[in-house]
């Protein structure tokens, strides 16, 4: 295996532990360029199944269980047994959206409460790998917590720069419990990345630019259609931020095709929040250029992002599914929200993004009514309960709206 530029024009090559952040010809963004998987699919599906009756740390991780698709060669791995998480129904859910088949495939439901735990464990093996002795990110909150657990698993530092007073409390103490180097940056997200690449001065960068985290993160979609018995949904719903998801999701559809692994490829619908929505704002105008966003604004404060580093890649993705890019207001976000806690499920609110989304796809008939969907709810409800005690306080009086 090696890195790669992601710019297929470009395609230069490095050393697969290269540390470079950017391609040295071209500057785009790197990728992991997996070796061709030659075990049959049949096989690949029997082994990745018995692995779950193991206790090997190894296979316990629902990451490195699909390691024949993962950068490899590491003789200890840094894990908390993430991944391995519930496709669930969502019936209540589905009924207020008007669709049939709904699940949510609930990512929130890993060690530290988002996916991002699905990306550290390679990003932070990797780290060691290269003999780093510390980590870092810039953060809406769950990189942060994520990066600061499993570094603190690896007896690294961890440095996470904040938007000063935008980060959920919740998030922010979990980065403080695993013992985290707090900077709190005045501005956005965007300034913080863009401060923290600014004084790396030998951190190992963990944002997810970095490679190696989303090779981790693409194994979602790998447990997701083991789910599904390798049928694969009709439309995969996924929230869009920085874009690294929509990036990594991609990735692992191509590698599945090209492995035989898989016949047809769900459309991705990527959604944003309206006061964050550069990638939407770029999918509506055709632009081929991302304009980035100044003061991006929206309550679902993880996808607060007016510059998103990964979205040549996430454009990609879409395109290559046939699938598109929306945006819904704060206010669905909201009543989505509410719907999934209904549900007995719950969420943070920018993984409510994906229902808000479907919901209005239904009422426009753009989605037929028994497609089979999947939505990813990327955050744990306990992630911003700040928000969910504001926004029940504000529904009173109105909480005879919702269906019993
Ligand atoms: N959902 C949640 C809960 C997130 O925390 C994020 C990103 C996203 C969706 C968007 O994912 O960036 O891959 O498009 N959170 C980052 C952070 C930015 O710092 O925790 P993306």
């Given at each position: 295996?090696?890195?790669?530029c992601?710019?297929?024009?470009c395609?230069?090559t490095?050393?697969?532990?290269?540390?470079?952040?950017?391609?040295?010809?071209?500057?785009?963004?790197?990728?992991?360029?997996?070796?061709?998987?030659?075990?049959?699919?049949?096989?690949?599906?029997?082994?990745?199944?018995?692995?779950?009756?193991?206790?090997?740390?190894?296979?316990a991780?629902?990451?490195?269980?699909?390691?024949?698709?993962?950068?490899?060669?590491?003789?200890?791995?840094?894990t908390?047994?993430?991944?391995?998480?519930?496709?669930?129904?969502?019936?209540r859910a589905?009924?207020?959206?008007?669709?049939?088949?709904?699940?949510?495939?609930?990512?929130?439901?890993?060690?530290t409460?988002?996916?991002?735990?699905?990306?550290m464990?390679?990003?932070?093996t990797?780290?060691?790998?290269?003999?780093?002795?510390?980590?870092?990110?810039?953060?809406?909150?769950?990189?942060?917590?994520?990066l600061a657990?499993?570094?603190?698993?690896?007896?690294?530092?961890?440095?996470?720069?904040?938007?000063?007073?935008?980060?959920?409390?919740?998030?922010l103490?979990?980065?403080?419990?695993?013992?985290a180097?707090?900077?709190?940056?005045?501005?956005?997200?965007?300034?913080?990345?863009?401060?923290?690449?600014?004084?790396?001065d030998?951190t190992?960068?963990?944002?997810s630019?970095?490679?190696?985290?989303l090779?981790?993160?693409?194994?979602?979609?790998?447990?997701m259609?083991?789910?599904l018995?390798?049928?694969?949904?009709?439309?995969v719903?996924v929230p869009?931020?920085?874009?690294?998801?929509?990036?990594?999701?991609?990735?692992?559809?191509?590698?599945?095709?090209?492995?035989?692994?898989?016949?047809?490829?769900?459309?991705?619908?990527?959604?944003?929040?309206?006061?964050a929505?550069?990638?939407?704002?770029?999918w509506?105008s055709?632009?081929?250029?991302?304009e980035?966003?100044?003061?991006?604004?929206?309550a679902?404060?993880?996808?607060?992002?007016?510059?998103p580093?990964?979205?040549?890649?996430?454009?990609?993705?879409?395109?290559?599914?046939?699938?598109?890019?929306?945006?819904?207001?704060?206010?669905?976000?909201?009543?989505?929200?509410?719907?999934i806690?209904r549900?007995?499920?719950?969420?943070?609110?920018?993984?409510?993004?994906?229902?808000?989304a479907?919901?209005?796809l239904?009422?426009?008939g753009?989605?037929?009514?028994?497609?089979?969907?999947?939505?990813?709810?990327?955050?744990?409800?306990l992630?911003d309960?700040?928000?969910?005690?504001?926004?029940?306080?504000?529904?009173?009086?109105?909480?005879?709206?919702?269906?019993?």
């Amino acid at each position: 295996m090696h890195l790669r530029c992601s710019n297929p024009e470009c395609a230069a090559t490095l050393d697969l532990h290269d540390r470079a952040l950017a391609c040295p010809a071209c500057a785009d963004l790197l990728e992991v360029a997996v070796d061709r998987v030659v075990t049959a699919p049949g096989d690949l599906k029997r082994m990745w199944l018995q692995r779950r009756s193991s206790y090997a740390p190894l296979d316990a991780s629902g990451v490195w269980r699909f390691r024949e698709f993962l950068p490899g060669g590491y003789s200890e791995i840094v894990t908390l047994a993430e991944g391995n998480t519930p496709l669930v129904r969502g019936k209540r859910a589905a009924e207020w959206a008007g669709v049939h088949h709904l699940s949510f495939k609930h990512l929130g439901w890993n060690p530290t409460g988002c996916f991002k735990d699905l990306g550290m464990t390679v990003g932070v093996t990797e780290a060691c790998f290269v003999g780093a002795k510390a980590v870092g990110c810039a953060s809406t909150g769950n990189t942060a917590a994520s990066l600061a657990a499993y570094a603190g698993r690896a007896g690294l530092t961890a440095k996470v720069y904040l938007p000063a007073g935008q980060v959920s409390q919740n998030k922010l103490a979990q980065a403080l419990d695993f013992g985290a180097e707090v900077v709190q940056v005045d501005g956005s997200f965007d300034r913080a990345l863009d401060q923290l690449l600014h004084t790396l001065d030998g951190t190992y960068f963990l944002n997810s630019i970095n490679p190696f985290r989303l090779e981790g993160q693409k194994t979602a979609m790998f447990e997701m259609l083991e789910q599904l018995e390798w049928q694969a949904p009709d439309y995969v719903i996924v929230p869009g931020g920085n874009l690294g998801n929509t990036s990594a999701f991609g990735k692992a559809f191509v590698e599945l095709q090209a492995a035989g692994l898989l016949e047809k490829v769900p459309r991705f619908v990527v959604v944003q929040a309206e006061g964050a929505n550069p990638f939407a704002r770029m999918w509506r105008s055709g632009s081929r250029n991302l304009e980035a966003m100044e003061n991006p604004e929206t309550a679902a404060t993880a996808i607060r992002i007016g510059k998103p580093r990964s979205w040549k890649k996430a454009m990609r993705a879409v395109r290559n599914t046939n699938g598109f890019v929306m945006d819904v207001t704060d206010e669905e976000i909201a009543e989505a929200k509410a719907m999934i806690g209904r549900d007995g499920i719950g969420c943070e609110p920018a993984s409510a993004t994906t229902l808000a989304a479907l919901r209005k796809l239904s009422a426009q008939g753009r989605i037929d009514r028994d497609a089979v969907i999947v939505a990813i709810l990327t955050g744990h409800a306990l992630k911003d309960t700040d928000f969910i005690i504001k926004s029940q306080q504000l529904r009173e009086g109105c909480a005879s709206e919702l269906p019993a």
